[in-house]
């Protein structure tokens, strides 16, 4: 918990001291930051799961808003706005810069790489099995429209 608390002072720190906000917005920074960071690796821990048992497990965009605003409303409720990482006595240094960017490289990274071998798997699975693509594209508008307009001369 120590390492989430350190990870929130610092994404603080940075919004109140580089960026120049005030209290609010550095605090609704680094909610949504920290939040964007926690999604993104559930995110890719799903696909994960998904790719090795070849479950779905979600099944529409809508769950993932969902659980992205769920995960902020209490990311900010329980961490962020009790402010409990300020009172650890936190240092900015610089090995704890280098970890924490060293995190996001290492999380965004696995993120391609999961992506990459899930998008190969689809594409394997369409090609062992065209009948599931669709093979008749469907009538666009304007050509309805203009075979309307042939049947009415």
């Known amino acids: ?12 720190r940075y919004y109140k001291d580089k960026q120049n906000e ?5 605090l609704f920074s680094a909610t949504a930051v920290s939040t964007t960071l926690i999604s993104i690796n559930v995110i890719t821990l ?6 090795f048992y ?3 497990l979600i099944p529409s965009i809508k769950y993932i808003v969902f659980g992205i ?19 650890y006595n936190f ?9 924490i960017i060293a995190y ?6 696995f993120t391609f790489i999961v ?23 469907p009538a666009s508008l304007q050509s309805e429209i203009e075979n309307w307009f042939k049947e009415k001369k």
Request: proline share 1%; hydrophobic share 35%; glycine share 8%.
């Open 91 to 99: 240092q900015k240094d610089k090995k704890g810069g280098v970890l």
């Open 1 to 12: 918990m120590k390492a989430y608390y350190y990870l929130l002072f610092r994404i603080y």
């Open 22 to 26: 005030n209290k609010f917005e550095a």
């Open 104 to 109: 996001i490289i290492i999380s965004a990274s």
């Open 115 to 137: 992506g990459n071998y899930n998008r190969k798997k689809i594409f394997e699975e369409r090609r062992k099995n065209p009948q599931t693509e669709q093979t008749k594209k």
């Open 46 to 51: 799903t696909g994960l799961v998904g790719f």
């Open 54 to 56: 070849n479950i779905q």
């Open 69 to 87: 605003l769920l995960t902020g409303i209490l990311n900010h409720l329980l961490f962020v706005r009790a402010q409990k990482f300020l009172n």
